[in-house]
C-alpha cells in the first residue's frame, strides 16, 4: 500500500496511504486536544471551487487563504463521541453549508485523527490538491489559532492565515512518493521574473524622433529584432517571462491595403501608431511589426519559437474591458463583436443593456446619434493626433514630392481627415471605454474604444444586475461576451502563448476570471495570469461571493475577487505609491510597511518600479530628480519584499529617462505607447541589434549589471519561498536605525526586512539607504525575541556567530559580523550604507 510520512509546521505529522478504495489521511500534532479542530482542503477539479474558506466563528474560525481552488472542505472536532466528519462543498458558484458527510468518514483514536475518502468520487482526477492544518477554536474569542499547517513555512497564529504551498495527491502513486510540494498554481520553478518589452520600440534602432514621425520616418521595431542574442541576454539576466507588450493588432494611421488592412479613421486615434489598447483584431498581431506584413502571424509564431529555445515563456496583453471602435476581425469574422454578438444575430441596438450583447448602446435623445468625438471643433483639429494628420497634410500640398507617408509600402495613403465622426457610429452610439455613457466623451476619455458588455450593468447603483452566473443566481446563461473571449485565450494558447497580463481586470466581473481561467488551465495547467488591478478604482467590479464579499470588514477588496478567481498575481500599485511619496513627499520608509495588507495579497502582487503607465525612474521631473541612481534602492525593495513576480520595463536597466514630446505622448516622464519613436538610452545596448550595449556610459553598464544580479538573486529560495519579516515598525524606537538630527521616530530614510526559508535554511537581511545624498552610519538593527523565534535561532544557536555577506555588491560587498544575543539585545552592527544603496545580507550561522 502506498504510504507517505509528511512533517507539517509545529511538529504536525502528516500520513497519507492509497488503498484501492480509499485515500487515508492520518493526523497528528501536539497540543491537540478537545478545543481542536482539524481541517482538509481538497481541490478536486470537479468544481471551479474557491481560494477562500468561509470564516466562521466557533466553526472554521478566522479566514485561510488557500494556494490553489478548493471545492471540498472536511472537518472533524476533537472530543466529540461520536467522531463526525462534516463537509462543504462549492457548488453553484458558493460554498455550500457545513453538514455531516455520508460518504467521507473520520476516526480518532488518542489523538490522532484519521479521515477515509472513497475514492469513488474522485474518478475523474488522477490528481489532489490538498491543504491541512488545526484550530485551537477556544483561543481569539472563537475565531481561534492556526497550527500545524501542511505548510512548514506557516507559523502558529491568530488571525487570518494565507497558505503559500499545497501538497499535490497523485492517486496513481504505486511508491512512496504520493505528494509534491507545490507552489500556488502548480508553480514548482522558479520564481516569476517578468521583462515587459513593448515591441514597436525595443528593436528600433532609427534614431530619427521626429514628433509626430510617420512609420517611414522614425522607424519600428520588429518581430526578428528580439533576435537569439537578445534572448539570451534576457535569460541570462534572471528573466523566465516575456511580456510581448502591444503585439495585438491596433487602429493605426499606417496603411496597410495592400494586405487588406486600410489605415483607420484619425477621429479614432491616439497617436499615429495607434494605443496598444485599442484592439482592432484580437486574432491578429500588428503589421508594423513584420519583415513581411502579409506573413505576421508567422513571424510571431517564429518569435515564440525563439522564446521557448531559451526556456522563457511569453505573455501577451489581454484587454478584455474595451475594443477599438473600428473592431473587425478579417481573422475570425464569424467572432466579431456587435455584428455576431447575441449568438451570432447581432446586437440588439435598441437597448442599453442585455446580457447578450458584446456592447453598451446610447438610447437617443437631443444630443445623438451621431456620436461626436472630442477631437475636432469649429472646423479645427483638437486632438493631438488630429493635429498631426492636418499638419500632414499641409505639409503634403505645400511640397508634393517630399510626401510624407503613413504606409509601410511606400507610397502615400488617402488618409481621411478628422471631423469629429466615425462612419461607424453615425447612426447609433456604444458607450466609451471607461464607462462614459454619453454621446460626447471627453477629451480625457478613452474616446478611441468601446466598452464591452460581460453581462453587468455599470449603471446600475446598487450593482446588483447580473445576468450571468453567480452566487446568487447560478443558473444564468453565460454571456455571449464571455464565450468569445475564451476563444480569443484558447486561440493564442494553441498558438504557443504562454500566459496574459490582463488590462484594467478589475472592471470586469469576477465570475468572469472564475469561468475563463478555469478553462484557460484546463487547456494548459501554468497558463499565467497577471492582473492590472487597482482596488480604489471607482470602476471596479466586485464579485458577490457570499464568502470573499464580506472579507475586510465587509468592504472587501477587489485584489481577493480577483485572487481567487485565479490570478497568478495583481499590481500592487500601493507599494510603489508609498516609496514614490518618500522623494515626491510627504512620506517616510516607514509607510512602506503600511501598504501591506493581508498576506494573501501581499505575497501574490506582481511588483515594478516602472511600466508603459508609470513615469520613468530616471526622469528628471520624478523621484526627485535622482537620474537612473534612483532605480537600484527602490527596485530592491521591492522585487525582494515577497514571493510574487516582479517586473523590468524595457529601458529601466540603462536608465530611460523617458523625457521629450514623442507625437500624442506628451512630455509625461513616460516613454510613449502611442508614437513610432525609439529609446535613446537603449539602442545603445540593442547597438545595431548586435545587444552588446557597447555605446552605453561606464555607469549604464553598472546600472544594467545590478539588475541582473538583482533579478537572478530573487530566484534565490529565501526570495522564492520564504516568509518576509519587516523591521522598520520594531525599530522605530532605535535611535540607532538610521535616524538623522531632528528625526523622530527612526525610519525615515532606511528600510529594512528578512527574507527566510525553513526547507533550506536561507535567510537573508535586505537594508536600503534611500536617502539621496547622505551616508547612514552607526547603523544597529535589531531582532526582537518574535523576530529570532520566527527565523529559527531561539534554541541551540543562541550563543552562534552571524556573518552576513552582501550578496548584491558588484565587486567585495561589506560583511558583517555579529551573533544572535547582540542581534537581539544591541542590534546587528553596520558600519555605514552609502546613499541610494541596497544590500542584500545572506545572514550564516557561525560563519559558514
Known amino acids: 500500500m502506498p504510504k507517505q510520512i509528511i512533517s507539517g509546521a509545529e511538529g504536525a505529522s502528516i500520513t497519507i496511504s492509497?488503498?484501492?478504495?480509499?485515500?487515508?489521511?492520518?493526523?497528528?500534532?501536539?497540543?491537540?486536544?478537545?478545543?481542536?479542530?482539524?481541517?482538509?482542503?481538497?481541490?478536486?477539479?470537479?468544481?471551479?471551487?474557491s481560494a477562500v474558506i468561509p470564516f466562521q466563528r466557533e466553526q472554521e474560525g478566522s479566514t485561510v487563504f488557500l494556494p490553489f481552488k478548493a471545492d471540498l472542505l472536511l472537518s472533524t472536532k476533537l472530543g466529540v463521541e461520536p467522531a463526525s466528519c462534516l463537509q462543504r462543498n462549492w457548488t453553484h458558484w458558493k460554498w455550500s453549508d457545513a453538514t455531516p458527510s455520508t460518504g467521507n468518514h473520520v476516526k480518532i483514536d488518542q489523538g490522532t485523527a484519521t479521515f477515509q475518502l472513497p475514492r469513488s468520487q474522485f474518478t475523474e482526477a488522477s490528481t489532489l490538491n490538498c491543504a491541512i492544518y488545526a484550530k485551537d477554536l477556544s483561543q481569539n474569542d472563537g475565531w481561534g489559532k492556526l497550527f500545524g499547517c501542511s505548510d512548514l513555512s506557516v507559523e502558529s497564529k491568530i488571525g487570518d492565515q494565507y497558505i503559500p504551498q499545497y501538497l499535490e495527491l497523485n492517486l496513481g502513486a504505486t511508491g512512496n512518493q504520493i505528494a509534491t510540494l507545490c507552489r500556488r498554481y502548480n508553480r514548482v520553478a522558479s520564481k516569476i521574473r517578468i521583462y515587459q518589452l513593448f515591441v514597436r520600440l525595443f528593436g528600433n534602432t532609427n534614431e530619427t524622433r521626429k514628433e509626430d514621425g510617420t512609420i517611414t520616418e522614425n522607424g519600428v521595431g520588429k518581430f526578428s529584432d528580439i533576435n537569439d542574442v537578445a534572448l539570451k541576454a534576457l535569460r541570462d539576466s534572471g528573466f523566465t517571462h516575456i511580456w510581448l507588450t502591444g503585439i495585438l493588432q491596433q487602429a493605426t494611421a499606417t496603411d496597410y491595403s495592400e494586405i487588406g488592412q486600410p489605415a483607420d479613421d484619425p477621429d479614432l486615434l491616439k497617436g499615429l501608431a495607434g494605443s496598444p489598447y485599442a484592439i482592432k483584431d484580437?486574432?491578429?498581431?500588428?503589421?508594423?511589426?513584420?519583415?513581411?506584413?502579409?506573413?505576421?502571424?508567422?513571424?510571431?509564431?517564429?518569435?515564440?519559437?525563439?522564446?521557448?529555445?531559451?526556456?522563457?515563456?511569453?505573455?501577451?496583453?489581454?484587454?478584455?474591458?474595451?475594443?477599438?471602435?473600428?473592431?473587425?476581425?478579417?481573422?475570425?469574422?464569424?467572432q466579431n463583436f456587435g455584428l455576431k454578438?447575441?449568438?451570432?444575430?447581432?446586437?440588439?441596438?435598441?437597448?442599453f443593456f442585455s446580457p447578450q450583447n458584446n456592447f453598451f448602446y446610447?438610447?437617443?435623445?437631443?444630443?445623438?446619434?451621431?456620436?461626436?468625438?472630442?477631437?475636432?471643433?469649429?472646423?479645427q483639429p483638437i486632438s493631438p493626433t488630429c493635429k498631426a494628420v492636418a499638419a500632414l497634410k499641409q505639409e503634403a500640398a505645400v511640397s508634393k514630392p517630399s510626401t510624407p507617408e503613413i504606409s509601410a509600402a511606400g507610397k502615400a495613403p488617402p488618409l481621411p481627415e478628422c471631423d469629429g465622426f466615425f462612419a461607424g457610429e453615425m447612426d447609433h452610439g456604444k458607450v466609451t471605454g471607461n464607462n462614459t455613457a454619453s454621446w460626447m466623451p471627453d477629451i480625457n476619455d478613452w474616446y478611441e474604444t468601446a466598452k464591452l458588455n460581460y453581462g453587468f450593468d455599470f449603471t446600475d447603483a446598487t450593482k446588483s444586475v447580473r445576468e450571468y452566473p453567480n452566487a446568487n443566481t447560478p443558473d444564468k446563461s453565460i454571456p455571449d461576451t464571455w464565450k468569445k473571449m475564451d476563444g480569443v485565450l484558447a486561440y493564442w494558447q494553441a498558438m504557443g502563448v504562454d500566459g496574459f497580463r490582463c488590462d484594467m481586470s478589475h472592471m470586469v466581473p469576477?465570475?468572469?476570471?472564475?469561468?475563463?481561467?478555469?478553462?484557460?488551465?484546463?487547456?494548459?495547467?501554468?497558463?499565467v495570469f497577471i492582473g492590472e488591478a487597482y482596488d480604489n478604482d471607482p470602476a471596479k467590479v466586485p464579485g458577490v461571493d457570499p464568502v470573499i464579499s464580506k472579507l475586510h470588514r465587509g468592504q472587501s477588496n477587489v485584489m481577493f475577487d480577483l485572487l481567487d478567481a485565479g490570478f497568478n498575481a495583481v499590481y500592487d500599485d500601493p507599494t510603489y505609491r508609498a516609496i514614490k511619496k518618500i522623494y515626491e513627499g510627504p512620506g517616510w520608509a516607514n509607510d512602506i510597511d503600511g501598504a501591506r495588507t493581508y498576506d494573501f495579497i501581499f505575497e501574490n502582487s506582481l511588483r515594478y518600479a516602472e511600466n508603459h503607465d508609470e513615469a520613468r525612474l530616471a526622469s528628471k521631473s520624478q523621484w526627485g530628480g535622482l537620474g537612473m541612481k534612483i532605480g537600484p534602492p527602490v527596485s530592491a525593495i521591492l522585487y525582494g519584499l515577497s514571493r510574487g513576480p516582479i517586473m523590468v520595463y524595457n529601458g529601466q536597466e540603462v536608465g530611460e529617462p523617458g523625457e521629450g514630446i514623442e507625437g500624442f505622448g506628451a512630455n509625461d516622464?513616460?516613454?510613449?505607447?502611442?508614437?513610432?519613436?525609439?529609446?535613446?538610452?537603449?539602442?545603445?545596448?540593442?547597438?545595431?541589434?548586435?545587444?552588446?550595449?557597447?555605446?552605453?556610459?561606464?555607469?549604464?553598464?553598472?546600472?544594467?549589471?545590478?539588475y541582473s544580479r538583482l533579478i537572478n538573486l530573487t530566484d534565490e529560495t529565501a526570495f522564492r519561498d520564504g516568509i518576509s519579516i519587516q523591521l522598520n515598525s520594531v525599530n522605530k524606537d532605535n535611535p540607532n536605525y538610521g535616524r538623522l538630527p531632528n528625526e523622530h521616530p527612526s525610519g525615515h530614510w532606511l528600510y529594512s526586512f528578512l527574507r527566510y526559508d525553513l526547507n533550506t535554511a536561507q535567510r537573508f537581511l535586505v537594508v536600503v539607504n534611500l536617502h539621496p545624498t547622505t551616508t547612514l552610519k552607526e547603523i544597529r538593527i535589531v531582532l526582537p525575541e518574535a523576530v529570532i523565534k520566527l527565523l529559527g535561532l531561539d534554541s541551540q544557536y543562541r550563543n552562534s556567530d552571524l556573518q552576513l555577506i552582501d550578496r548584491l555588491a558588484a565587486r567585495e560587498g561589506i560583511t558583517v559580523r555579529s551573533t544572535v544575543a547582540e542581534a537581539s539585545k544591541h542590534g546587528i552592527p553596520i558600519a555605514e550604507i552609502p546613499p541610494l544603496t541596497a544590500c542584500y545580507f545572506e545572514l550564516k550561522i557561525g560563519g559558514l
Open 669 to 706: 516622464a513616460r516613454t510613449s505607447i502611442f508614437d513610432y519613436w525609439s529609446m535613446p538610452e537603449l539602442v545603445k545596448w540593442v547597438d545595431d541589434h548586435k545587444y552588446d550595449g557597447k555605446r552605453l556610459s561606464f555607469e549604464q553598464k553598472e546600472l544594467r549589471s545590478f
Open 341 to 351: 454578438g447575441n449568438g451570432g444575430a447581432g446586437d440588439d441596438i435598441s437597448v
Open 18 to 49: 492509497l488503498t484501492k478504495a480509499d485515500i487515508q489521511i492520518d493526523y497528528r500534532a501536539p497540543g491537540v486536544d478537545a478545543n481542536t479542530t482539524i481541517f482538509v482542503a481538497l481541490g478536486t477539479h470537479r468544481e471551479i471551487g
Open 510 to 527: 469576477p465570475e468572469f476570471w472564475n469561468w475563463i481561467i478555469a478553462r484557460a488551465r484546463a487547456r494548459h495547467t501554468d497558463v
Open 282 to 334: 484580437y486574432f491578429d498581431v500588428c503589421p508594423d511589426y513584420a519583415e513581411k506584413p502579409d506573413k505576421r502571424l508567422s513571424e510571431f509564431k517564429s518569435l515564440l519559437e525563439r522564446i521557448h529555445k531559451y526556456h522563457m515563456q511569453a505573455l501577451i496583453d489581454f484587454i478584455p474591458n474595451h475594443v477599438a471602435r473600428s473592431y473587425n476581425s478579417d481573422v475570425k469574422p464569424d
Open 362 to 379: 446610447l438610447q437617443p435623445d437631443a444630443v445623438g446619434p451621431p456620436l461626436h468625438l472630442p477631437t475636432w471643433k469649429d472646423g
